[in-house]
Every structure is written in C-alpha cells, then in structure tokens.
C-alpha cells in the first residue's frame, strides 16, 4: 500500500520513509498527485493562500510551491478561516482545504450554502439522519454522503451546479434531455368557437366557474355535481356535442 506523501523542504517524501520522491514527472508511479495545468490557476491558489493567511488563517501543510519545474503545489490544509476570506468564497481550483470550526450541524449547512457556487457538495457522518438533514439542505446540483467524487462516474446520475456553478445537466435521463428542444403541439378536429372564446358574458362566467370545480374540486361530489350543472349549459352542447361527451367522460371523473 502506498503511504501518505508531504511535502517537506522543497520535496516530496514518504511519510516514515526518508525517501524523496520525483516531482518533475508524475507518471513515475510513485508520485499521489500531479502538477496543475496552468502557471495561472497556481498562482490563483497561492493568491487564496496567501489572502488567508494574512487575514490570520494557520497552515497546517503545505501552502509554499516547490523548487524545480513543473506547476506542483503541496497538498495545503489551512485553519482559522471564516468568509472574509477568498479561499472560502471564490473558486480555488488547487490542492488546499480550509477548515471551519462549527457549533451545529446547523451552522455548517448555513455556511456550507453561503457560497456564489454550487457544483457539488459533500457530507461525512454515520448517522442517518444527519446525513438525510444534509441530503436535504445543502445547496448544490449534487450531494453525496460519505463520498465526494463518485457521481461523476455514474452514466446514470445527472451532474451539473447551480448558481454561477453553471445551468444544465449531462448523464442521465436529464442529460439526455439537454440534447432536445421540447415542441408542444396540439389541433382542435372540431368545427365552431372554442368554449373560452368570445362572447365573454355572465353565461360564459358561469360555465367556467363550473368547470373549474368539476375538474380541480376537492371532493368527488363537488366534481361530480359541477359536472351535472355543466350538462344545462347549451354553449357546451354545441361546442362538444353528445357523442364526444360520452366518448371524453373518463376525464371528467
């Protein structure tokens, strides 16, 4: 098994081993993680750093680029942050976890949610209903208890955020649905005036009234004798006509 690499005065090591580890090429096998893409976006992460500090964050690991090539920077772990810091309001997109200190489970999701982002989101407890309270109220596109990455691997799971984390979805039926322009279509075979178009008088009032309760109203009896009452509106004869009455009565139920 591998064991836990750090970075200590400029190099990678082993944790207990004393062996230093090649940094300039990642793909030796031994090395846990990898350069970033760009010189800017480590940049970007040793401005997060170095804001934090200042503004009195601890660094636990971490948190100074080593020497040589290549656009490595050290796992980072800083304390004594709160959210007037830009490691815990902007997108850092590097190898550092700031960590807050809260009171409740409460406190968490509060700050957890008060972010301009919601991509993904991630809570640790072995109790479930902890972990359904976290299910429910973090705000992001996903939520995984007791994991952080997994959803990205599963076809079946949409993937997407919210907020300036970007609109959409790919995987899964919703991400398939991405690809689709939805068309509603619909053509009236019958001859005549709509029910709801013109005149619009105390009659057509009446007869919309009736409607409405026959199909929205609470109980089966109001339904049922709004639908009575609809049958001694004559514009509705007219418009739909015995034959189709019958014919569309399922609905009406």
């Known amino acids: 098994m591998k064991s836990y690499q750090m970075l200590i005065d400029g190099e990678w090591v082993a944790a207990g081993s004393g062996k230093s580890f090649d ?10 993680i990898g350069p970033m893409t760009l010189e800017r976006q480590r940049q970007i992460v040793e401005e997060h750093v170095a804001d934090a500090v200042a503004k009195g964050a601890r660094v636990l690991t971490g948190g100074v680029r080593p020497a040589g090539p290549g656009y490595f920077f050290p796992p980072t772990v800083l304390t ?3 959210h007037s810091m830009r490691v815990m309001t902007e997108e850092t997109f590097g190898p550092v976890l700031p960590i807050v200190r809260v009171a409740s489970v409460d406190e968490a999701v509060r700050l957890a949610n008060d972010s301009d982002y919601g991509l993904t989101a991630s809570g640790w407890t072995r109790d479930p209903a902890t972990a359904r309270l976290l299910q429910e109220r973090l705000s992001a ?11 990205l691997g599963d076809p079946s799971a949409p993937y997407g955020g919210l907020r300036r984390s970007g609109i959409g979805r790919s995987h899964g039926a919703l991400g398939l649905r991405e690809m689709a322009q939805a068309k509603y279509v619909t053509r009236d075979p019958s001859r005549g005036p709509m029910l709801w178009w013109y005149p619009y008088d105390a009659s057509y009032r009446r007869l919309m009234a009736s409607a409405v309760r026959a199909l929205h109203a609470r109980s089966w009896f109001q339904r049922l004798r709004s639908h009575l009452t609809l049958i001694g509106f004559g514009r509705l004869w007219r418009r739909v006509g015995a034959f189709r009455l019958v014919r569309n009565v399922d609905k009406l139920v």
């Open 141 to 151: 596109g996903v939520v995984t208890i007791n994991d952080c990455v997994s959803s």
């Open 23 to 32: 940094v300039v090429n990642p793909a030796t096998g031994e090395v846990e």
């Open 80 to 82: 004594n942050v709160d």
